[in-house]
C-alpha cells in the first residue's frame, strides 16, 4: 500500500464516529461450531450428502449442540462459512441461498436453530467475490446485506476481505457496523479486517478496531496440524503488548477455530490448543464433526473449569511470562475474583519434562496462599505458598494447566455463603 492509500485509509478511520459498534454483544468470547476448517468448500452434495455444505450439515450440527451438553456449556453459536450463496444474486440483487443445498432457505434454518436456543451465524465477503467465488458484498451492498442477514434472523456475520482494496476495507468494515446496528437486529459482528493488513499498527489501530467490530481474524487461516497451531501461538504472544490491549469484553481477537476432533492433532497437542486458546481469551469456535466427534476430544471441549476460565467477566488476555531455553513456557491470565490461570507447556519432542519452579518466581505476590485446581485431572493442591517450590510433569507437545485462587478470598467466600444460611 502506497502513502496516498495510507492517508485515504487513515482519513476514513478518523472520520467515524468515537464510538462505532454500540450493540452490547459478545461481552465473553463467542463460543460455537464453525463450518470451515472441517468442511471448507465441498459443495459436492450428490456424492458427500453428509459432508457438504449445505442446511442438513447445519441442522445435523446443530441437533448435537442441543442434544449432546454443548448448548448448556456455552457453545451456542451454529456458523456457516463461505460457499452457502447461489452464484448470482436475484432480480433485486439480495443474495440468496443456493436453492440446491439451502431448499428452505436461511431464514428458515435460523428458525431451526433458534428453536434449540442456539444462534445462527453467517459468512459475507467485502469485495466482488467472497474468497470462495461466490457473491460478494461490495460498498453499494452493505446496506441491503445487512438488512437481508437481519430480515433472515441471523446473530453474527463474519465479514472476509478477498477481492478489496486497503482503501474499500478501510470504508467498507466500519460502514457494515453502522448498518447491522441499523437494522434493530443484534448480530455479532466478526471482521477479518487486520488480516488483510498485517495485523499490527500502524496499518491496524486497534483502538479504532474495538468500536468497529465485536471479533476479529488478525492473523493466517489455522489449518488442521500442529505446525499451524504453533505458528498462530507464536505470532499471538510475540505481538502480545499490542494484542492483548485490544481485547477485552466486546472486542476479541481472534486466532481462528479450534481444530480439536479433527486428524491434524496428537490427544497432546489437543489439549494445548484448548489451554492456549484458553488463555488468549479466545473465541472457542469449533470446527469439527460433532457427529463422529470421539469421546477424547468432546472431553477437552467441554472441560466445565476451561469454559469458566476462557468465559471470565474480566475479558483480559492473558500473555506468555516465560520462555526457557529448553523449550518450556509459561503463561498467565489474570482473572476476577483475583484468581488466575497458568499454563506450562512444552514444545519438546522427547519425553515428559519435570518442570520446578515457584509462583514467587512467576511473579506472584510475597506470603499469600492459594489453592491450585489441575484444569484437567481436577485434582486440587491446598495450601500452596508463593516461595514453594514445585515441579510439573508435562507432555511433550502438551501442557498442565493451573486454576489458582488465593486462600484469604477462599476463607470470604466460605464465611460469605455461611452467612446466607438458613438460622435452625
Known sequence: ????????????????????????????????????????????????????????????????????????????????????????????????????????????????????????????????LTCGGYPGTTLDRIGQDARTFAEWGVDMLKLDGCYSSGKEQAQGYPEMARALNATGRPIVYSCSWPAYQGGLPPKVNYTLLGEICNLWRNYDDIQDSWDSVLSIVDWFFTNQDVLQLAAGPGHWNDPDMLIIGNFGLSYEQSRSQMALWTIMAAPLLMSTDLRTILPSAKEILQNRLMIQINQDPLGIQGRRIIKEKFHIEVFLRPLSQAASALVFFSRRTDMPFHYTTSLAKLGFPEGAIYEVQDVYSGKIIGDLKTGDNFTVIINPSGVVMWYLCPKALLIQQQAGEASRLPRL
Open 1 to 128: 500500500m502506497g502513502v496516498p492509500a495510507v492517508v485515504a485509509v487513515l482519513a476514513v478511520l478518523l472520520a467515524l464516529p468515537a464510538r462505532g459498534l454500540e450493540n452490547g454483544l459478545a461481552r465473553t468470547p463467542p463460543m460455537g461450531w464453525l463450518a470451515w476448517e472441517r468442511f471448507r468448500c465441498n459443495v459436492n452434495c450428490r456424492e458427500e450428502p453428509r459432508q457438504c455444505i449445505s442446511e442438513m450439515l447445519f441442522m445435523e450440527m446443530a441437533d448435537r449442540l442441543a442434544e449432546d451438553g454443548w448448548r448448556e456449556l456455552g457453545y451456542k453459536y451454529i456458523n456457516i462459512d463461505d460457499c452457502w450463496a447461489a452464484k448470482q444474486r436475484d432480480a433485486e440483487g439480495r443474495l440468496v441461498p443456493d436453492p440446491e443445498r439451502f431448499p428452505r432457505g436461511i431464514k428458515a434454518l435460523a428458525d431451526y436453530v433458534h428453536a434449540r436456543g442456539l444462534k445462527l451465524g453467517i459468512y459475507g465477503d467485502l469485495g466482488t
